[in-house]
C-alpha cells in the first residue's frame, strides 16, 4: 500500500564546498543540478515531501535557486542545521566547534518537520532512478525494527580520477552486519579498499556492496539519534573537534544493541558524484545520455 513519505536531502553543506550555491555545477541540458535529477526520480517513485536540511544564512539563496523550481511538482520544506538540538549543557562547547558535527546531527535537525517514514540522501550526489523505485517500495512497507540502506556495487560508485571513500558492508541474508568506512580505488584493473586510518588496503569484488547514503528509516530514528547524541557529547566533549556524530556510528550501535535490523536493498543502479573537478563530464555524459534515452526530458521542470 502506497504511503505517504518524505526524501531528506542534506544540503547544508553545499554553500561552502561550492562557495556558494550560485556556483552550484549545472549538469542537465537546461542547467539542472544533480539535486533536480533527486527530487525528479523521488516524485515519480511517489515520494510525496520533501525536507531540505540548509544552513539558515543560505536559506534565501537555496529557496530562490532550487525550492521554488520544485515546489509546484512536490510538497517542500526546510530544516536549518543550528545548534537547537543540542542539549543545553553542551551547546557552549558546541558552539566552538569549527566543523559541522556530522551526518547523524544533519538527520536530527529534520525532527519536527518528519512524521512518516522518509529516506535520506546527499544533496550533490546522484543516486539513480532504480534506487528511489526500491527505497520508496520499501518504506511503504517497512517493518517495526527495521531501517534500511539502498546498497550499490561498489563498481558502480567509483571514479577514475582517484581514491574514493566508500562505507564497506558486510552482509549476511540481507542483513547488515558491519560497515567499515574505507578509502577505495582503482588501481591495475583492481579494485583495492583500505579501512580509514589503516595502510592495509586489499583488493574486494567489483559487487561488493557498500553504503552511499541512501538511508531508509520510520520517524523513530529521531528518539535514538537523541539518545545517542547525548552519549557522543558526553564521550567526546573535550576533544570535540577530532570527532563527527556520523549516521554509520549510530547504525552500528543499533546492531550492537540489538535495538533494528537493518535491511540491505540491492540497487542496479550507478551512483555519480563529483569528488574531483574531472568528474564533472562523467556526470554531464550520463545524464545526456539518460535524457536521450527518454528517462528524463530535455528540462524537468517546465510545468504541464
Not at 532550487?66 to 510538497?75: A, F, M, P, Q, T
Not at 520499501?138 to 558502480?156: E, T
Not at 557498500?210 to 528509516?217: G, H, I, K, Q, T
Not at 540497487?267 to 545520455?289: F, H, P, Q, S
Amino acid at each position: 500500500m502506497k504511503k505517504d513519505k518524505t526524501l531528506l536531502i542534506m544540503a547544508a553543506g553545499m554553500g561552502s564546498r561550492f562557495g556558494g550555491l550560485k556556483q552550484i555545477e549545472p549538469v542537465g541540458p537546461n542547467g539542472e543540478f544533480i539535486i533536480d535529477y533527486s527530487i525528479y526520480d523521488a516524485i515519480e517513485a511517489g515520494f510525496t515531501k520533501v525536507v531540505f536540511v540548509v544552513k539558515e544564512n543560505f536559506y534565501e539563496k537555496f529557496k530562490e535557486t532550487i525550492g521554488n523550481r520544485v515546489e509546484s511538482h512536490i510538497k517542500v520544506e526546510y530544516a536549518f542545521q543550528n545548534n537547537d538540538y543540542i542539549p543545553d549543557r553542551f551547546k557552549l562547547l558546541v558552539k566552538k566547534r569549527t566543523k559541522p558535527l556530522g551526518t547523524a546531527y544533519a538527520i536530527l535537525c529534520a525532527k519536527d518537520k518528519i512524521n512518516e517514514p522518509f529516506a535520506v540522501i546527499n544533496a550533490d550526489d546522484f543516486y539513480g532512478r532504480d534506487a528511489f523505485f526500491k527505497a520508496s517500495e520499501y518504506l511503504d512497507d517497512i517493518i517495526y525494527n527495521h531501517y534500511g540502506i539502498v546498497g550499490y556495487k561498489v563498481k558502480n560508485t567509483l571514479t577514475p580520477n582517484g581514491t574514493a571513500k566508500r562505507g564497506i558492508m558486510e552482509i549476511e541474508d540481507n542483513k547488515l552486519l558491519k560497515i567499515t568506512e574505507s578509502n577505495v580505488v582503482y588501481k591495475r584493473n583492481k579494485i583495492i579498499a583500505s579501512p580509514l586510518y589503516s595502510s592495509n588496503g586489499k583488493e574486494i569484488d567489483e559487487d561488493t556492496l557498500v553504503c552511499m547514503n541512501l538511508l531508509l528509516f520510520s520517524p523513530d530514528v529521531f528518539d535514538i539519534l537523541n539518545d545517542e547524541l547525548y552519549l557522543f557529547l558526553s564521550l567526546h566533549g573535550k576533544n570535540l573537534d577530532n570527532f563527527e556524530f556520523q549516521i554509520p556510528d549510530v547504525l552500528d550501535t543499533c546492531l550492537k544493541k540489538n535495538i533494528k535490523t537493518i535491511d540491505i536493498i540491492n540497487t542496479t543502479a550507478t551512483w555519480y558524484g563529483m569528488t574531483y573537478l574531472e568528474d564533472k563530464g562523467i556526470v554531464v555524459k550520463a545524464i545526456r545520455e539518460l535524457t536521450n534515452n527518454g528517462v528524463y526530458p530535455q528540462n524537468l521542470w517546465i510545468n504541464d
